[in-house]
């Protein structure tokens, strides 16, 4: 059965930092484009950032630019989110995707491009 499951969200103050995981099962990751995206309430799903299962290349969009770094571990079969300088606005329920998306493609960051998707996990920036 193919699988992804994200873990590590959670509570914390701006500024704080969180790591999250995808982790997948019933298939291998290596080939595939991993996109994480997250869906504030009542605003619509928001692609954050993805990283290339051909070449590894990465894309982020603007508002997590040089705060956010998406890495993977192949031998893990896991994708990592690292997320620091957290603020307010990254409250928001986070997914992850797996998609056969050229690296050409990567900056569309756009849902239909990804086939299995996680439930999503729950990161909360507050006070």
């Known amino acids: 059965q193919v699988q992804l499951v994200e873990s590590g969200g959670g509570l914390v103050q701006p500024g704080g930092s969180l790591r999250l995981s995808c982790a997948a099962s019933?298939?291998?990751?290596?080939?595939?484009?991993i996109g994480w995206f997250r869906q504030a309430p009542g605003k619509e799903r928001e692609g954050v950032s993805c990283i290339s299962g051909s070449d590894r290349s990465t894309y982020y969009t603007d508002s997590v630019k040089g705060r956010f770094t998406i890495s993977r571990d192949d031998a893990k079969n896991t994708v990592y989110l690292h997320m620091n300088s957290l603020k307010p606005e990254d409250t928001a329920v986070y997914y992850c995707?797996?998609?056969?998306?050229?690296?050409?493609?990567?900056?569309?960051?756009?849902?239909?491009?990804?086939?299995?998707w996680g439930q999503g996990t729950q990161v909360t920036v507050s006070s």
């Open positions: 995707a797996a998609g056969l998306v050229p690296p050409l493609h990567l900056f569309r960051l756009r849902g239909g491009d990804y086939d299995y």
């Open positions: 019933g298939f291998t990751l290596d080939y595939y484009t």
